[in-house]
């Protein structure tokens, strides 16, 4: 049966930049989990009502809502156990969770200065008025503020990754040979300014670089093919 | 058959400060293997001759040498796959090897400079000459200069930890609701300084402080007899 993905996009329906709902693609596409994407945007939270909160991703399985990234891993995994592990054993389970925090916490933080006013271009009227105000506020700049020397700062952006670079200096995914979610979890970090900037993140040089084409040519292309501009 | 391991020791021969030992003594506790800790002085290289380097941990298991803290950790649980695992499978092990980089690389270098003259303290003679000169060069600093200021720069310190301590909020270890190889990673960065200085790193009231308390408890109390300071 299908399941549905409500995920975020742009002003083009096909332009998805939510790092949290691309974990959620690639881990139903790990699952190999038939998925029907729905284009959500910021100010459709009433959409939402029935998952019990105002945010993507949210999934529909079965009829049975379930919201929020690291929520929707473990159900995933408890649910089709028989499917391909997203965690690869009880202890890779719990150490995604300190992986989880450490995106979400240290490495989102540093990368949302270097291209949030890319998002805003790329959002629908309704949604640019929602984002600058919101954003604004917990910014304390202007998004024009907030983005503006990036050149220079896009160096402390790659300092940050120097954990993630060092591991995959030493084996091709975080999860090892293979990928498992916590690869989906760094990727979340990379898809979605792909999707809405063409700022250079990465040197070409960079291990990390090298790992985001690993990544691109999952699934037979399943990120590379999204919306984007070049990687 | 008992295990030998070159353990770091100040000049009291009990007195362990290694945070690379910590690891290796915890994961032996864990695989129930019976280990003879031999104290070992930083000048003391030649000693380790055998192990194709200078530093410890080091263990002799029936005659083999392994060094290095992480690839003893691999060793061990490929030699001893029928005893508690130290990864809980293959994700856990994978993904170990980024929490590694993440706590020598991150957590370490913030922690040095608050004990780093505790340390000297404690050293005997000779390594008290050779640890000063190697140190102050790579600090570019004295060793007094290096750890002034310690009360106000534990807030830094506490706040790289927020990671972790968002982890152990949602969970009792980082291996989930038992301890497994990244909880004695992380472990040793508290365990060594315990060993050498009453300096106060941690809020009695955070959530790393009551996962430390877990970790003395381990084994019998193995880490919490151990020579130290009240933690």
Chains 1, 2 share one sequence.
Not at 38 to 45: D, L, N, S, V, Y
Request: overall charge neutral.
């Amino acid at each position: 049966m299908t399941i549905t993905l409500y995920d975020l996009a742009g002003a083009e329906p096909d332009r998805r930049f939510s790092p949290y709902c691309w974990r959620t693609r690639m881990a139903l596409a790990h699952k190999g989990l038939d998925v029907e994407t729905i284009p959500w945007r910021f100010t459709e939270k009433e959409i939402l009502t029935q998952s019990g909160q105002g945010r993507v991703p949210v999934i529909i399985d079965g009829g049975k809502w379930v919201a929020d990234s690291w929520v929707i891993a473990e159900y995933l995994e408890d649910r089709y156990p028989d499917r391909p592990s997203l965690f690869g054993g009880a202890g890779g389970r719990a150490l995604a969770r300190f992986f989880n925090v450490w995106v979400d916490t240290i490495v989102q933080p540093a990368l949302i200065r270097l291209v949030v006013l890319d998002i805003w271009k790329h959002l629908d009227k309704r949604d640019q008025a929602y984002f600058r105000k919101s954003r604004e506020e917990r910014l304390g700049s202007t998004l024009e503020q907030a983005q503006a020397g990036r050149e220079e700062r896009v160096a402390q952006f790659r300092q940050v990754l120097q954990p993630l670079r060092a591991t995959l200096e030493a084996q091709p995914f975080l999860g090892g040979e293979h990928p498992l979610y916590p690869d989906y979890i760094a990727a979340g970090a990379f898809l979605w300014p792909r999707a809405i900037s063409d700022f250079k993140l990465l040197d070409p040089a960079d291990p990390v670089a090298a790992w985001r084409q690993r990544i691109l040519n999952l699934f037979g292309g399943l990120a590379r093919d999204a919306k984007a501009y070049a990687a």
